[in-house]
């Protein structure tokens, strides 16, 4: 699992069935200091994550599939949590 930033959202007029329904984020990895961090990735999210959130990323490819019902799914990254704001 990695943090990363939610910069934008991806769109599609063809894509694989399996991905149909799901939001495409585009998240920007970031390191332990919370810096960008390799390129960034298209994962697929449930949530309601926006632009400028601080999300869990997770990589694992069969965790990912059995998130979209299909075994023959493309997708590998997927977000599985919203960093909530703390109140001060």
């Known amino acids: ?7 934008g959202h991806a769109t599609s007029t063809l894509k694989h069935p399996s991905m149909n329904g799901w939001r495409l984020l585009v998240v920007q990895p970031l390191n332990n200091a919370r810096e960008p ?8 999210s449930g949530l309601n994550a926006s632009v400028g959130q601080v999300v869990v990323l997770n990589s ?3 965790g990912a599939r059995e ?10 990254y ?3 949590a919203i960093e909530s704001e703390v109140q001060p």
Do not use: H, T, W
């Open 60 to 62: 694992d490819g069969k």
């Open 78 to 80: 997927f977000v599985c």
């Open 1 to 7: 699992m990695q943090l990363g930033k939610v910069i």
């Open 67 to 76: 998130l979209v019902k299909n075994e023959k799914s493309p997708v590998r």
């Open 37 to 44: 961090e390799n390129d960034p990735i298209v994962a697929v």
